[in-house]
């Protein structure tokens, strides 16, 4: 649980240019610099290809953390198991 | 000389270059058995007969503001206002002694009309003004025009041989609105120009290249409003105003576009009278026929009543866009009021209301108290309004008219110290 | 909102409008009673209107006011969404909360996904990244690059800034063809910018290649483009044909900067459908009673969508007329409209003026 946590704050602290410590469970869209509407979007490629989940737009427009990108794709990758 | 005038009045002279057509007329004019001003009066009257009987069939004119034209032709109306200007009419026809001299006045010669876009009747004021003192005249509508203008001359022709004789002195005439070459020739030869029509129109007749000598009246684009007092207005007063703002769908320059409320003795009495000024355009807008409204001025109709709801106002409209009354604590400067498109304003001083009185102001309908009218109107003329009529003659076209004198910038005067025998 | 498992444009037009009169409905009280301008315009459209709401008998606010007025329904924008600047000189403002922004998101990417397919590709952007931008404000062409944003699976900037004006970046264009390889890829330009790029790509004879299910979009307006005299089938072969791609790939998309989140593409049959969370309602001029299918008339759009400005309902200045219902060849259901352009201004009549002061 804590790993999904931690990986996703290091691909989105080398994404967006930022230090891992800036970055909380809380932490969401337009809260740091380059997570915006395009930047989320990359996210979601990004997460793709680290993660091996395809991160569906329904679930992607919900993201308001990275407590919710982690939660979705526990849930992703618990359904491909 | 350019090619592209199209003749279309007379017959008889359709086809011929444009500089023989008006010697031609200058000619008639001049010559020993022309009308003289009593037999153009009657010509013009026999028009205004014409127009009037319910025989003629009026076919496109019907609506175009024929009654208007009618009322204005009719010798009584018509020597109202020459009377305005010139103190002994017999001056228009011979040396009249006024004072220790004597005077005559007598046409410029040829005057030129540029008609507005779409109010091709407005010229018809203008040329029945230019006829009555002597003058020939040409009446040019653009390519794109319905020619409203030829069969009035057909039906004065028919209508007497004084009526031949004046209609054979007028050059009904086509061209386009680009044709520099056109507007040229017909300006280096008016010895009046006559320009009627919205800003760029007028400003590029006004710069057309012309004799030094020559005349030109400008009746250009102008702003028109109405100031009542609820206490000195009947319904049938109401029901004038009403029409005022309802004929030309309020799209000439003297339909009203704010109307100015007196309001001291209350709201209750303030809203009566919103009451029965709604109740009376409501009737008046269904009574007279509006043009189709195209898209564009549709969607203006709509914007412009959001606008007065989102900055505070209220609206008194039928369902569809037929008539707007936006009520309004002061005017609004973005609102078009076109089409049947009313702001109301109360007032308690005439001081609220000078402000508001733009610069191309021209008339202000006015139906107040004795003491008001007398005190509103000294400062408004002021200000720069040419005319206060009751309601209902908002629209009538009389002279002057923008300020202007219309018969004495139409004519020529000769002073003469008379010969005293020795 | 959505209807679970409804595609856009399969629902049959009784349930279409029994879902939208529950939606517009909804919205009507939702804006009536968070933004006190709507709720003005709101009282005096009722004080004439007693029938029971559907899309015809239903306010509608006129563009403009939205460049004029600040109508919001929420104190909790997070980004407000602005027209191009346009002869006017000033331009729209339409504010987009988070529920909203997430709405319009999912609406565009299932509308898009209908004609192109749902399968994430390469994009190819003919714009500046700058565009796209920051979190304050987003531009009409901003938003519109946006729409394709979810059906992307990467993202390749290609035009950049110079001396003020957007040229190729052919670095970049080489580098995107390179990463893209043989795959078919997605590219949306602004339609008068992604014909300028192209006229610069002919001019400097880059060599383009394209995988043939490669789709380019566009939207915006044509005025420039007439002005060159240059049509709808002039430009398609004019992007289509230097990527060797049928003008067929090329698909215009209208979209009003006051209803982001709804593009309507044109079908094969060159209309414009409507998806069932959306519709149309062509008004007729002079009385704006609405127009029977075939009439022409100003085009009306609403969308259940927006929930931070009352923008769900709104009259435009542009035209359009109904060709079919429920009947197009391409098998979307529903209504299907023609846009004709904007409305041609008025032609001044009469001697009246505007008052100066």
């Given at each position: 649980m804590d790993d999904t946590n931690s990986k996703l704050k290091q691909l989105i602290a080398n994404l967006f240019r930022c230090e891992?410590?800036?970055?909380?469970?809380?932490?969401?869209?337009?809260?740091?610099?380059?997570?915006?509407?395009?930047?989320?979007?990359?996210?979601?490629?990004?997460?793709?290809?680290?993660?091996?989940?395809?991160?569906?737009?329904?679930?992607?427009?919900?993201?308001?953390?990275?407590?919710?990108?982690?939660?979705?794709?526990?849930?992703?990758?618990?359904?491909?198991? | 000389m350019s090619r592209d005038i199209e003749i279309a009045f007379p017959k008889g002279l359709r086809g011929q270059p444009f500089a023989e057509a008006v010697a031609r007329?200058?000619?008639?004019?001049?010559?020993p058995d022309a009308l003289s001003y009593r037999g153009r009066l009657q010509a013009l009257n026999d028009l205004s007969d014409r127009l009037l009987a319910p025989d003629v069939p009026m076919g496109s004119l019907s609506g175009a503001g024929v009654p208007f034209l009618a009322a204005f032709l009719r010798s009584s109306n018509l020597e109202h206002m020459v009377a305005r200007e010139v103190a002994?009419?017999?001056?228009?026809?011979?040396?009249?002694?006024?004072?220790?001299?004597?005077?005559?006045?007598?046409?410029?010669?040829?005057?030129?009309?540029?008609?507005?876009?779409?109010?091709?009747?407005?010229?018809?004021?203008?040329?029945?003004?230019?006829?009555?003192?002597?003058?020939?005249?040409?009446?040019?509508?653009?390519?794109?025009?319905?020619?409203?203008?030829?069969?009035?001359?057909q039906l004065l022709e028919s209508a007497s041989p004084e009526g031949r004789r004046l209609a054979s002195e007028t050059l009904v005439v086509f061209f386009d609105r680009d044709d520099a070459a056109a507007h040229g020739v017909?300006?280096?030869?008016?010895?009046?120009?006559?320009?009627?029509?919205?800003?760029?129109?007028?400003?590029?007749?006004?710069?057309?290249?012309?004799?030094?000598?020559?005349?030109?009246?400008?009746?250009?684009?102008?702003?028109?409003?109405?100031?009542?007092?609820?206490?000195?207005?009947?319904?049938?007063?109401?029901?004038?105003?009403?029409?005022?703002?309802?004929?030309?769908?309020?799209?000439?320059?003297?339909?009203?576009?704010?109307?100015?409320?007196?309001?001291?003795?209350?709201?209750?009495?303030?809203?009566?009278?919103v009451d029965r000024f709604a109740a009376a355009f409501d009737a008046q807008a269904r009574a007279i026929p509006r043009h189709p409204l195209d898209l564009s001025e549709t969607y203006q109709i709509h914007l412009d009543r959001s606008r007065v709801l989102l900055d505070g106002?209220?609206?008194?409209?039928?369902?569809?866009?037929?008539?707007?009354?936006?009520?309004?604590?002061?005017?609004?400067?973005?609102?078009?009021?076109?089409?049947?498109?009313?702001?109301?304003?109360?007032?308690?001083?005439?001081?609220?209301?000078?402000?508001?009185?733009?610069?191309?102001?021209?008339?202000?309908?006015?139906?107040?108290?004795?003491?008001?009218?007398?005190?509103?109107?000294?400062?408004?003329?002021?200000?720069?309004?040419?005319?206060?009529?009751?309601?209902?003659?908002?629209?009538?076209?009389?002279?002057?008219?923008?300020?202007?004198?219309?018969?004495?910038?139409?004519?020529?005067?000769?002073?003469?110290?008379?010969?005293?025998?020795? | 909102m959505f209807l679970p498992g409804a595609s856009p444009f399969s629902v049959e037009p009784d349930r279409k409008?029994?879902?939208?009169?529950?939606?517009?409905?909804?919205?009507?009280?939702?804006?009536?009673?968070?933004?006190?301008?709507?709720?003005?315009?709101?009282?005096?459209?009722?004080?004439?209107?007693?029938?029971?709401?559907?899309?015809?008998?239903?306010?509608?606010?006129?563009?403009?006011?939205?460049?004029?007025y600040d109508l919001r329904s929420t104190s909790d924008a997070v980004m407000d969404v602005k027209s191009s600047a346009t002869t006017s000189g000033t331009s729209a403002r339409i504010a987009v909360d988070k529920a909203t922004g997430k709405r319009q998101n999912l609406s565009a990417t299932k509308v898009l996904a209908d004609f192109i397919g749902e399968k994430q590709r390469p994009y190819l952007v003919f714009d500046l990244e700058r565009t796209v931008r920051g979190s304050e404000s987003m531009s009409a062409r901003g938003a519109a690059i946006l729409a394709l944003a979810h059906l992307a699976s990467s993202f390749h900037f290609v035009m950049r800034e110079q001396d003020g004006e957007l040229v190729v970046d052919q670095q970049a264009l080489t580098d995107a063809l390179t990463s893209i390889g043989g795959e078919p890829f997605i590219a949306y330009g602004f339609t008068y910018l992604l014909y300028q790029a192209h006229e610069q790509l002919l001019d400097s004879s880059f060599a383009l290649n394209a995988h043939r299910d490669s789709v380019?979009?566009?939207?915006?307006?044509?005025?420039?483009?007439?002005?060159?005299?240059?049509?709808?089938?002039?430009?398609?072969?004019?992007?289509?044909?230097?990527?060797?791609?049928?003008?067929?790939?090329?698909?215009?998309?209208?979209?009003?900067?006051?209803?982001?989140?709804?593009?309507?593409?044109?079908?094969?049959?060159?209309?414009?459908h409507v998806p069932y969370w959306a519709d149309v309602v062509i008004r007729r001029s002079d009385s704006l009673e609405p127009a029977p299918a075939g009439e022409t008339g100003l085009l009306q759009l609403m969308n259940c969508l927006p929930l931070s400005a009352p923008n769900h309902s709104v009259l435009t200045e542009d035209m359009g007329r109904i060709v079919v219902e429920d009947g197009c060849p391409c098998g979307r259901r529903g209504k299907a409209f023609e846009f004709m352009g904007r409305a041609p201004r008025s032609e001044v009549r009469g001697c009246s003026d505007v008052p100066r002061h």
């Open positions: 891992v410590s800036d970055l909380t469970d809380s932490t969401g869209p337009g809260d740091i610099p380059g997570w915006d509407s395009l930047g989320h979007v990359t996210l979601m490629v990004e997460v793709q290809k680290q993660f091996g989940s395809h991160v569906p737009v329904e679930d992607a427009i919900e993201v308001e953390s990275i407590a919710d990108l982690a939660a979705i794709l526990r849930r992703l990758q618990g359904a491909s198991v | 007329l200058r000619v008639a004019a001049d010559a002994l009419p017999e001056s228009l026809e011979r040396f009249t002694a006024v004072g220790r001299k004597s005077l005559r006045i007598l046409p410029k010669g040829l005057a030129c009309h540029w008609v507005a876009g779409n109010v091709p009747l407005l010229g018809m004021f203008s040329w029945a003004l230019s006829a009555l003192v002597g003058n020939v005249n040409v009446i040019r509508l653009s390519s794109r025009q319905e020619d409203l203008v030829t069969p009035l001359l017909m300006s280096e030869a008016a010895d009046v120009r006559i320009a009627w029509g919205g800003k760029e129109a007028i400003e590029a007749i006004a710069a057309l290249p012309t004799r030094w000598e020559s005349e030109t009246i400008v009746l250009g684009p102008r702003v028109s409003l109405a100031v009542v007092d609820p206490a000195h207005i009947s319904d049938r007063t109401i029901t004038r105003l009403a029409t005022d703002i309802a004929y030309f769908d309020q799209l000439a320059c003297s339909s009203p576009h704010y109307l100015f409320v007196k309001n001291d003795s209350g709201a209750a009495s303030f809203d009566a009278f106002g209220t609206l008194r409209r039928d369902d569809e866009t037929k008539w707007t009354v936006a009520l309004l604590e002061s005017p609004s400067r973005t609102l078009t009021c076109a089409n049947r498109f009313l702001e109301v304003v109360p007032f308690a001083s005439f001081e609220e209301i000078y402000p508001h009185i733009p610069l191309n102001v021209q008339t202000i309908v006015t139906s107040l108290g004795t003491e008001d009218t007398e005190t509103f109107t000294d400062r408004a003329a002021r200000l720069g309004v040419c005319r206060f009529p009751s309601p209902g003659e908002g629209n009538h076209f009389e002279s002057p008219w923008d300020g202007l004198p219309m018969i004495s910038r139409l004519t020529r005067w000769a002073l003469r110290t008379d010969a005293r025998s020795q | 409008a029994e879902y939208l009169a529950g939606q517009l409905a909804m919205l009507l009280e939702h804006h009536r009673t968070r933004c006190p301008g709507y709720a003005r315009l709101v009282e005096d459209w009722q004080r004439e209107n007693a029938r029971p709401l559907s899309s015809e008998n239903y306010p509608f606010v006129p563009v403009t006011v939205f460049k004029e380019f979009l566009h939207s915006g307006g044509w005025k420039k483009l007439i002005a060159l005299a240059v049509d709808k089938g002039a430009f398609n072969s004019a992007i289509a044909r230097p990527w060797g791609l049928a003008p067929a790939n090329v698909i215009d998309f209208y979209g009003a900067v006051e209803q982001v989140g709804i593009p309507y593409p044109d079908c094969a049959q060159g209309l414009k």
